[in-house]
């Protein structure tokens, strides 16, 4: 026998209030003054009874969309291959469900499916946009911001769009690219993740990695980059050409752990041994790094976070209240396991 729904009116009998007061105190309507301790009393009842708003009932009394529209630009199969954007929308929905919104998933990379984000702005089916913008930055534009609905870009920056969360990568790639260097590396190769040329983020990595190793005394060598195309097959496959080079690699660097991995498996089909040969880092922390073999030494970003606190900003707008921190950027970290060799010269 299935279980009745509870409804607001059960929530106002329960807490001894009339239905209207649960719907303002639900429903965050201000101008009713509600007092904090009939607001509590109603929250603490409508938990306890398991009560779940109509979103579609509260849409008409807010006078908005209770959807979030998230737009990847960026070819789905390319964009869920490792885990960086289902970590993010993962945060991303544990914040904006709490307020009672729902996350609208569309895909974009080309010119007409862009023209189709503008027709879902025009039709008000959205009241705000999570924009993840690594690719088609060709797109993003004043025309997405002159709609009147609040948007938030992720993993990167915008010259139109003034608000964004994402991480210090390129601190990141300096962290990852100096430790190796300490470990005595002079021959550093990188395995990009992306063709050259078609991601600003890619693009931005590779320079660092250039500017490090000048910094630190070392000319750097084009012969020693490969470019892959987001699949750990692309990283394999450049990691075998660079095999080929002579004298070849002591160390590499996969911008993220997909190239890393799949570096992983061309050096030890080689017969090689990592680290003892030849020394590999990725950049993610991609939950299977801990448990490839060796473990990846990588860099790790806070992607779940990045989507929390992209919510979190989004919510803001939606409520008027401008963000603390408009541009906001989380710091990476490095984890050392036994990929690069240094864990295994701490632990002899």
């Not at 737009?71 to 289902?86: A, G, R, T, Y």
């Not at 039709?123 to 088609?136: I, K, Y």
């Not at 190239?259 to 939950?287: H, K, N, T, Y």
């Amino acid at each position: 026998m299935s279980r009745k729904k509870v409804t607001s009116k059960d929530v106002a009998k329960a807490a001894g209030v009339s239905q209207a007061t649960v719907s303002y105190v639900l429903n965050n309507v201000e101008e009713a003054k509600i007092s904090v301790e009939t607001q509590q009393r109603v929250l603490q009842v409508a938990r306890e009874l398991g009560y779940t708003p109509n979103v579609v009932a509260r849409s008409l009394v807010q006078g908005r969309s209770n959807n979030i529209g998230v737009v990847l630009f960026h070819p789905h199969e390319q964009i869920f291959i490792d885990s960086w954007m289902p970590n993010i929308l993962t945060g991303l929905s544990s914040v904006i469900q709490r307020y009672g919104y729902r996350l609208l998933v569309e895909q974009v990379n080309d010119k007409q499916r862009y023209e189709s984000i503008i027709n879902l702005l025009h039709s008000h089916e959205v009241a705000g946009l999570v924009v993840q913008a690594t690719l088609g930055k060709e797109f993003i534009s004043t025309e997405l911001i002159n709609q009147g609905v609040p948007v938030v870009i992720v993993g990167s920056l915008s010259e139109h769009i003034h608000y964004s969360v994402s991480s210090d990568n390129l601190t990141g790639v300096q962290t990852i690219i100096n430790h190796l260097i300490g470990l005595g590396h002079q021959r550093i190769a990188c395995i990009s993740y992306a063709p050259e040329g078609t991601v600003e983020h890619t693009t931005q990595r590779l320079t660092t990695y250039y500017e490090t190793l000048e910094k630190a005394g070392i000319s750097p060598d084009p012969s020693l980059v490969r470019f892959g195309a987001f699949d750990p097959l692309t990283g394999y496959e450049a990691m075998r050409d660079l095999l080929r080079q002579k004298p070849r690699p002591t160390a590499v660097f996969g911008m993220n752990d997909t190239m890393a991995i799949g570096a992983l498996a061309a050096i030890q089909e080689a017969g090689l041994r990592v680290p003892e040969d030849i020394a590999v880092v990725g950049f993610d922390d991609d939950r299977w790094s801990a448990f490839t073999t060796p473990p990846l030494t990588t860099i790790r970003e806070s992607q779940r976070e990045i989507g929390q606190s992209a919510g979190e900003m989004l919510i803001d707008l939606l409520n008027d209240i401008e963000p603390a921190t408009p541009n906001l950027q989380l710091p990476t970290q490095l984890i050392v396991r036994r990929s690069c060799g240094a864990y295994l010269s701490q632990h002899t």
